[in-house]
């Protein structure tokens, strides 16, 4: 069965430090996988995928992600935080042979420091 | 609407009452998925639907959840006899359904904060 965890419910980075944002998934089949934001009182907005292309995926806000099948791991990474950066961020995993549906991690809240 | 659309935005209910929630995908959307998001927690897949098809409720919680896609499009998710537990955030997604991940790609709406007093 596929299942993700991410590792640190809550992280938190100081203005212009590196953002690591940690996924390891488990999956019987090549996964497919996701990051989504959530900003406060707004859907999940999909930042990257995973699709069996490219192991280094460029997402929107300067995130990116890299998918490591020897670790199982698809941790989120961004250079350089930014105020507005501050979100809850999950990570998924698509099954897709059961038409699509998502499973998430529990979720990594990201705060930022001035 | 360019988006995904779901109504009401808040809901506050007494235990013991029905609620339906609604849910508005992209036009021409196929596919519509509805998940519970409990309090720090990752969303929880409920069920879904391909056109008016349900295709898998296997997330459903118990018999006193249902949903609904009658014309393919909008989307009834109704809770009868609420219950404290089912207190959380219900969030609704499309996609344009098919073959290959960039179909299934699922974009999200605001989500209906329920709370069972």
């Known amino acids: 069965a596929q299942s993700v965890t991410q590792l640190g419910s809550h992280v938190s980075v100081s203005e212009g430090a590196l953002v690591l944002l940690r996924c390891n998934y488990s999956?019987?089949?090549?996964?497919?996988l996701f990051w989504y934001v959530q900003y406060p009182n707004q859907g999940l907005q999909l930042l990257l995928k995973?699709?069996?292309?490219?192991?280094l995926v460029k997402g929107i806000n300067g995130f990116e992600a890299e998918f490591k099948k020897s670790e199982t791991s698809f941790h989120l990474t961004k250079p350089s935080a930014h105020m507005s950066d501050a979100a809850e961020y999950f990570c998924?995993?698509?099954?897709?042979?059961?038409?699509?549906?998502?499973?998430f991690g529990q979720g990594t809240e990201l705060s930022v420091k001035p | 609407g360019a988006g995904v659309s779901q109504s009401p935005r808040y809901k506050v209910t007494k235990r013991g009452q029905d609620v339906a929630l609604r849910c508005d995908p992209i036009?021409?959307?196929?596919?519509l998925y509805w998940y519970r998001q409990a309090l720090g927690q990752g969303p929880e897949f409920l069920t879904y639907?391909?056109?008016?098809?349900?295709?898998?409720k296997s997330g459903l919680p118990n018999d006193r959840f249902s949903a609904e896609r009658p014309e393919g499009s909008i989307s009834t998710l109704t809770i009868q006899r609420t219950e404290q537990r089912d207190s959380a955030m219900y969030r609704c997604?499309?996609?344009?359904?098919?073959?290959?991940?960039?179909?299934?790609?699922?974009?999200f709406g605001p989500g209906t904060r329920l709370t069972v007093l």
């Open positions: 997604a499309s996609s344009l359904g098919g073959g290959g991940v960039s179909y299934n790609e699922q974009f």
């Open positions: 999956s019987s089949v090549p996964p497919y």
């Open positions: 995973y699709t069996s292309a490219a192991t």
């Open positions: 998924a995993v698509l099954i897709y042979n059961q038409g699509g549906k998502l499973i």
């Open positions: 036009s021409g959307h196929v596919s």
């Open positions: 639907f391909n056109y008016e098809a349900q295709q898998d």
